[in-house]
């Protein structure tokens, strides 16, 4: 059967509820800060997709559209709570002297991904700062480096040119890459700066 | 010569391996003899693979996670009444 179909009618869309309510909860529970909030963005998840199931072309798998809802709500109840306004790119960007050099002192290199994420403060960090990107910005990076879609697929799907896309991309990635320093503060894997 | 500028403009490209040759290299040659760019790379990249990881889809498998029933009955009892 394929995507569309099972999600058509009611009780097919109760097998996807059941067959994906567990990988869901998985995700929820790493965005979230509580059982309670997991349960909530689940319901939420699940709730979204079944009113905007005729949108579902069956593209992409059903397991993905759904990450993808859930992964959105997630971050859209940190923007709520937070009251934190989006962060202005513009103090994020890397700033060069008149020569053309980095004008900001770097620190260590950091430990690996794996490990920075073993602390439930580094993926708040990182949960919050991709949260508060301007809509734009954060859409990029979903797709590019969340979903690992190309840039060309980017493009078309927020309707801009691949160069606009180029450039928001790297925008956004060294806002966050600023953003997360205090989270990458500790020294770690050194082999990174004999690269 | 490359300048630190330069790198940052060519750094994603650098990173999907879609440099062409020549630049690639001279790329490289900045970033080795470069103190500030390799440390920045090095947390640019991370960056990219924090957000990867903490928010990419699982892979396919069985769910690890306990998925409590009256969890799964509130949401069919949602839709429902959506």
């Known amino acids: ?125 990182v949960r919050d700062a991709i949260a508060h990107l301007p809509e734009g910005h954060r859409e990029i990076v979903l797709i590019r480096d969340i979903e690992g879609k190309t840039t060309a697929d980017a493009a078309r799907e927020l309707s801009i040119t691949q160069s606009a896309a180029r450039v928001r991309l790297h925008r956004a990635r060294a806002a966050l890459k600023r953003l997360l320093e205090p989270a990458m503060g500790v020294a770690g894997d050194k082999e990174d700066n004999k690269r | ?31 080795r003899m470069c103190a500030e760019c390799r440390p920045y790379i090095a947390r640019y990249r991370r960056a990219i693979e924090l957000g990867h990881k903490l928010l990419a889809e699982p892979p396919e498998g069985p769910a690890s996670e306990a998925v409590p029933q009256e969890l799964i009955d509130v949401i069919l009892k949602s839709i429902d009444e959506s």
């Open chain 1, 1 to 125: 059967m394929t995507g569309p179909a099972r999600l058509s009618d009611p009780k097919r869309f109760a097998e996807v509820v059941k067959q994906y309510t567990g990988r869901l909860l998985a995700t929820a529970r790493r965005l979230t800060d509580s059982e309670a909030d997991a349960h909530d963005c689940v319901q939420e998840a699940f709730l979204l997709a079944y009113r905007s199931r005729s949108q579902f072309e069956g593209r992409a798998k059903i397991s993905s559209w759904l990450h993808r809802i859930l992964v959105n709500v997630a971050l859209e109840r940190v923007r709520k709570r937070s009251r934190r306004p989006e962060e202005a790119l513009e103090d994020l960007q890397p700033t060069f002297d008149e020569r053309g050099c980095r004008v900001e002192s770097q620190g260590p290199a950091p430990a690996e991904a794996q490990v920075l994420l073993e602390r439930a403060e580094t993926r708040t960090a």
């Open chain 2, 1 to 31: 010569m490359m300048t630190c500028k330069d790198v940052e403009r060519f750094l994603d490209d650098y990173l999907d391996g879609s440099l062409p040759f020549a630049t690639r290299i001279r790329f490289e040659i900045h970033v």
